[in-house]
């Protein structure tokens, strides 16, 4: 009895949705969803798409929720620029089995469309030229 077994190779994502904007996805990088890269240039970026009655209670329920998850040793407001708009929130320095991590969680609107952008990164972000090559392509830090 012969048996033939067929697989389908998950289809690779070749570009992102940033608030309705097409952006490449990064060479070596890849992207878990149209809205999330992981390990991308030594961060992890993802935005979720809110309404604008969500937009201030999900983030305060959001910032909340990570510092609950996480062992936070420091936060600091942040400020965001983003294709010509302000997003706003907090940087986390968080300290988790010895290992020093960072994460940037702020909220806007950009190009009419509310969001909360989530960037986890083991580097220290404290000015634009901290980035990384794509996210120099989205953000600069104010």
């Not at 990088?29 to 390990?39: G, H, M």
């Not at 010509?84 to 940087?91: M, V």
């Not at 509310?114 to 634009?128: A, D, Q, V």
Request: contains cysteine.
């Amino acid at each position: 009895m012969n048996t033939t077994l067929f697989s389908q190779s998950e289809n690779k994502i070749d570009s992102l949705n940033y608030a309705h904007m097409k952006i490449a996805v990064p060479e070596m990088c890849v992207a878990k969803s149209p809205y999330e890269l992981l390990d991308c240039e030594d961060i992890s970026v993802q935005w979720l798409y809110l309404t604008k009655e969500m937009l201030e209670a999900v983030s305060a329920q959001f910032y909340s929720q990570f510092e609950q998850q996480q062992n936070v040793v420091k936060k600091e407001k942040i400020r965001i620029g983003s294709f010509g708009s302000e997003l706003n929130g907090y940087k986390f320095k968080t300290k988790n089995s010895g290992k020093i991590r960072y994460a940037i969680m702020v909220t806007g609107t950009v190009n009419n469309q509310p969001l909360l952008l989530n960037i986890g990164s083991e580097n220290n972000i404290e000015k634009t030229s901290d980035l990384s090559e794509f996210l120099k392509t989205i953000i600069e830090i104010k």
